[in-house]
């Protein structure tokens, strides 16, 4: 995967000149779906779970490389 980050003007540009774009059954719409109260509880419950079990040596959502 490649990841830049988009001035707002160029992303417009992106979006416009996308042939996608152009369908007119395609909606564009934000991913915002953990801007939500109870996804940001669960975020916080979480990372507080996260915290305590590094303090107290018992880790959780270990991530294995």
């Known amino acids: 995967l490649i990841k830049e980050e988009f001035e707002p003007k160029q992303m417009r540009n992106i979006l416009e000149d996308s042939q996608l774009i ?3 059954n395609v909606y564009v719409t934000p991913h915002t779906a953990f801007y939500t109260k109870e ?3 669960s975020i ?16 959780e959502n270990v991530v294995k490389a």
């Open 22 to 24: 152009k369908k007119p």
């Open 39 to 41: 996804a940001e509880d």
């Open 44 to 59: 916080l419950e979480t990372t507080v779970k996260n915290i305590q079990g590094l303090v107290s040596g018992n880790l």
